[in-house]
């Protein structure tokens, strides 16, 4: 009996661990950064959100989540259970590289299905209850984020055959999760007293947006540059393009809105940047620094105009998720069928693509068509229709009643502030020097809000 043992590069999986770490920082990175969108007295109930929808993806990836997605014998939709509670995931060679086994590939795609979830539930924030959206979020990973991963990454997948090009997840993470927010957004309605210009309504700590933004940046070097899955040339551009496109993004937001205001926004900077992130990812191992500075501009162009729709369309989506994430990843790829160059996929040694249109491969953006609309319809539907049933199942209602919003969901789902203040009187004994404590009381502290808004509109009419 053979006995040898697959041999991997230690450099390569200390790699792709590391990058694990850095995708994983993405997930609280994501809970300051809706933290500081949202109103004070739900700020603590934002970031719990996030690292609820993290727990609760964890489990279920360890259920049956990376085998339905990853599965070597899986379907062109879905994977099987061949892989259920991880059987047989430890030293084999992994679908996603030879470079490294199935055990490190199976924790680092992990990672994205536990940030996607939590993306998404930032357009349903300061209303929705907590245990309705915990069993969503399992049930959501298993009949959404796993057949869009399935049919994107897995080998076997009706879009990797196809040739559809998704370095990072423009589908699976960016377009599932903006066009699921939307469907959460519309199922459970606007938040109430929500008018134009209400101040009451806007960014409550920009330190804590800024402090997301730059957890997201710096996760986003993970995210990228990690799923070249090996130590290479290809996961060292892929960085470069990420970091060019970021920047080119935050500078475009803040033009369009100084345009407008004559102001450098702090939120529209944070907003142009995860704007030019997002558009990136899908492209990111497919093109060079030249095309991700107009990937990172139309980014924010794109979505900072999508961030209206809202005004017009008439749902309330509290950290614009859609606009951002959904437009910003549809777009995405679709550029990447524009501007993806086979040299550029080739930097890893292995890789061999035909490219887009910058290699005269015209029929590529069909395929980017083809991949981000099938995700885009599966995520809004299948979404809608979970959340509508859920909606009317007693006990599973997703809204909070109007008196636990008005007092916030720290104190009505969590029962524990983000903010607090101690007063003390206290006396001193001369002589000894002994503390007495005469009276403390504790109160919740009241901070003005912030007077930004994402790009130049999150007020409603």
């Known amino acids: 009996m053979d006995q040898t043992q697959p ?4 450099g390569d999986i200390a790699f792709i661990l590391i990058s694990t770490g850095l995708v994983w920082l993405m997930i609280p990175g994501v809970g300051y950064f809706y933290s500081g ?17 993290m727990v609760v993806v964890v489990v279920q990836w360890f259920i049956w989540g990376y085998s339905l997605t990853f599965s070597k014998t899986g379907g062109k939709f879905l994977g099987n259970l061949d892989n259920a509670f991880l059987r047989g995931v430890l030293n084999e060679p992994s679908m996603g590289s030879s470079s490294i086994p199935d055990l490190v590939f199976c924790i680092f795609q992990m990672q994205f299905a536990a940030l996607t979830p939590a993306l998404l539930l930032g357009s349903c924030a300061e209303r929705a209850r907590f245990l309705p959206m915990i069993l969503f979020v399992f049930i959501w990973s298993t009949v959404v984020y796993d057949p869009i991963a399935c049919w994107t990454w897995n080998t076997n997948g009706w879009s ?11 589908t699976p993470v960016h377009i599932s999760s903006g066009f699921a927010s939307l469907a959460y957004a519309i199922i459970i309605g606007r938040r109430e007293g929500l008018k134009k210009d209400s101040d009451e309504f806007k960014p409550h700590n920009m330190s804590n947006v800024v402090l997301g933004t ?17 130590a290479n040339l290809r996961a060292a551009m892929a960085c470069v393009v990420t970091n060019i496109a970021a920047a080119v993004g935050g500078l475009t937001w803040v033009a369009i809105d100084y345009r407008f205001e004559k102001k450098f926004s702090a939120l529209g900077f944070c907003s142009g940047a995860v704007a030019g992130l997002v558009a990136i990812t899908p492209a990111s191992g497919f093109v060079g620094p030249g095309p991700s500075v107009a990937i990172g501009f139309l980014g924010a162009v794109f979505c900072n105009i999508a961030v209206h729709l809202k005004h017009y369309l008439k749902y309330d989506d509290v950290a614009d998720v859609f606009a951002v994430h959904g437009v910003g990843g549809y777009l995405g790829s679709i550029l990447t069928g524009v501007f993806a160059e086979s040299y550029i996929a080739h930097l890893d040694g292995t890789t061999e693509i035909e ?16 991949d981000a609309t099938a995700g885009a319809a599966w995520s809004f539907g299948v979404t809608f229709i979970i959340l509508f049933i859920m909606n009317h199942i007693p006990g599973l209602s997703l809204r909070v009643d109007s008196e636990s919003e008005l007092r916030g969901l720290d104190a009505a789902e969590i029962g524990e502030m983000a903010y607090y203040h101690v007063d003390k009187v206290i006396t001193v004994n001369p002589t000894t020097g002994e503390e007495n404590i005469v009276k403390e009381e504790v109160k919740e502290v009241h901070m003005p ?4 808004s994402m790009g130049s509109g999150t007020t409603f009419n």
Not at 160 to 169: I, S, Y
Not at 355 to 370: D, K, S, T
Request: charged fraction near 5%.
């Open 449 to 452: 809000q912030a007077q930004g």
């Open 7 to 10: 041999s991997y590069s230690g």
């Open 160 to 170: 990797f055959q196809l040739g559809g090009l998704d370095f990072a997840g423009g």
């Open 355 to 370: 490219g887009g249109w910058m290699n005269h491969n015209w029929v590529q953006i069909g395929h980017q068509f083809a």
């Open 214 to 230: 730059a957890l997201l940046w710096f996760g986003w070097f993970g995210f990228n540059g990690g799923s070249a899955l090996s």
């Open 37 to 53: 969108m949202a109103r004070k007295k739900n700020a603590l109930s934002v970031i719990m959100c996030c690292m609820l929808a």
